[in-house]
């Protein structure tokens, strides 16, 4: 059973930028569609991007700021999180695309205004 171990997060101020870490326990390299996920407070978990093999899809309202990227080799998952606004606060998740995984216990992102 593959675990997901997400680290990176933090305080950050509007404008500000960050770097998630997502590392499985397990081998991910015959898993083709990894995403990331994030759950604001009082809101549902929600898609925020995701990559099936080389493709790459972001949802709107972070098109542009945040990158998703693998290392097979590390069994790791990445997203890098620019020019943050107060809205990307939440919980910041790993899993596959769909979600099929355990979910880990994520990643608090805060940004201030």
């Known amino acids: 059973q593959v675990q997901l171990v997400e680290s990176g997060g933090g305080l950050v101020q509007t404008g500000g930028a960050l770097r998630l870490s997502c590392v499985a326990s397990g081998n991910i390299d015959g898993i083709d569609a990894m995403a990331w996920y994030r759950q604001a407070p009082g809101k549902q978990r929600e898609l925020v991007a995701n990559?099936?093999?080389?493709?790459?899809k972001y949802i709107d309202s972070v098109e542009g700021r945040f990158v998703i990227s693998r290392d097979n080799a590390k069994n790791a998952l990445y997203l890098q999180l620019n020019d943050l606004k107060p809205e990307d606060t939440g919980v910041y998740y790993c899993?596959?695309?769909?979600?099929?995984?355990?979910w880990g216990q994520g990643t608090q992102v805060t940004v201030s205004s």
């Open positions: 899993n596959t695309y769909p979600p099929f995984k355990s």
């Open positions: 990559m099936i093999g080389n493709k790459i």
